[in-house]
């Protein structure tokens, strides 16, 4: 069955430095996103992705955050200079296209990664 | 501004019983339902879900049962097992975009066997 991956599974890292989380989505899946889950609390919307652009964020998506898709198969989250309070679980999504087959608009979530802020 | 309140926060169940999880939203445009079950250390997995046309959707010993008037939906657990112990989400989406899931604040279930 497919499914979203995540690498790493744990990234720790020091207060300012740079990040970059990588997702493989499902490879026919055209709708990609960024969660977060800070440690006991809700999953957080980040931003959304279609068509090779940013297609919504969130108020905490700010210029500390960039998406990118590099090439046909990765996504990757960037976090610019890292801050104590990124500290938390960060999921990759996917969806197909919403007209296709099947789903009415389920998003696949990969497993997460992990980051720590020290 | 909280778009899908969630509750209770936590709940425990005896092996057998029946777990009630409540929802409810406020945005119309949401037409898309979806409940999310997380076991700790894993990516939140989608249980089962519902669009407004329906007010029931039953699989296997989960149930969704929507109230559109009333912006209100709830997830029912028959016969619960301890395998069932785990974080449940409810959500909401427009499904006709690509836009995000608005998630409740989760549910800890916990079914002592």
């Known amino acids: 069955e497919p499914e979203v991956t995540q690498t790493p599974s744990h990234q720790v890292t020091q207060m300012g430095q740079e990040v970059i989380l990588r997702c493989v989505p499902i490879s026919n899946h055209l709708y990609f996103y960024w969660y977060r889950q800070i440690l006991g609390q809700k999953v957080e919307f980040l931003v959304s992705?279609?068509?090779?652009?940013?297609?919504?964020k969130s108020e905490i998506f700010d210029d500390q955050f960039s998406v990118e898709r590099p090439d046909g198969s990765n996504f990757t989250l960037k976090i610019r200079s890292t801050k104590l309070e990124d500290s938390a679980m960060y999921f990759c999504?996917?969806?197909?296209?919403?007209f296709g087959q099947g789903s009415w608009g389920e998003q696949f979530f990969g497993p997460g990664t992990r980051l720590t802020v020290l | 501004q909280q778009q899908v309140k969630q509750s209770p926060q936590s709940l425990i169940v005896q092996k057998g019983g029946i777990s009630i999880i409540n929802c409810a939203y406020e945005?119309?445009?949401?037409?898309?339902f979806p409940w999310y079950q997380q076991f700790p250390g894993k990516g939140p997995a989608l249980l089962i879900a519902?669009?407004?046309?329906?007010s029931e959707k039953k699989e296997g010993r989960f149930t969704i049962s929507f109230n559109k008037s009333a912006k209100q939906f709830s997830l029912h657990i028959m016969d619960s097992q301890p395998g069932d112990s785990a974080t449940y989400f409810c959500a909401a989406s427009p499904s006709n975009t690509g836009n995000q899931f608005y998630f409740g604040t989760g549910t800890s279930l916990t079914v002592i066997p």
């Open positions: 945005n119309t445009a949401f037409d898309y």
């Open positions: 519902i669009r407004p046309d329906v």
């Open positions: 999504a996917s969806k197909s296209f919403p």
């Open positions: 992705f279609y068509n090779n652009e940013i297609s919504e």
